[in-house]
């Protein structure tokens, strides 16, 4: 029992305990490799329309910004970039993830990257009691309300998906 609580400390997690922040943990099966979000909320039951997932994007400056938006939803980086306040972002390549959040693909999460970076999650959260996002770490999805969110990433809710 010690042993399993101990598998699922990630960054993300350790955060949440320290801030006092209430969540739960969702664990699901890896091992068919579908891991995009879609997947993951059929797997874990979830309605699509709940379940989050963490893009991370770039501007010209090497400036790194997070956004958060439906699992099914596609980011309309227009409307990212006048969040973050710059003229034009494109996603941060696959092969810098890791190095640039500590984390990978599948299970990036908004809360404890290695670095803060400028979070925006997509006003459709505001509306739902609960939404799941990566707990930090493939299989592990954490469910929390969309404001706690906000408050443990220091996020603020603006529109982000393509109409």
Do not use: H, W
Request: charged share 30%.
């Amino acid at each position: 029992m010690g042993k399993q609580k101990k598998q699922v400390k990630t960054n993300a997690v350790r955060m949440l305990d320290s801030e006092g922040i209430a969540y739960e943990l969702i664990a699901y099966d890896i091992d068919d490799e579908l891991l995009d979000g879609v997947s993951v909320a059929e797997k874990t039951g979830q309605l699509k329309e709940t379940v989050f997932k963490t893009l991370v994007a770039m501007a010209y400056a090497k400036e790194l910004f997070v956004f958060l938006i439906p699992v099914a939803a596609e980011l309309d980086l227009k409307k990212a970039a006048q969040a973050a306040g710059v003229k034009k972002l494109e996603m941060l390549p696959l092969k810098d993830l890791t190095k640039e959040t500590g984390y990978v693909r599948g299970g990036c999460s908004a809360i404890g990257m290695k670095r803060k970076y400028p979070t925006f999650i997509d006003q459709s959260a505001e509306k739902l009691e609960d939404m799941i996002v990566s707990a930090g770490k493939l299989g592990l999805q954490m469910k929390l309300s969309p404001t706690a969110l906000a408050k443990a990433a220091d996020a603020v809710f603006v529109p982000l998906m393509k109409e």
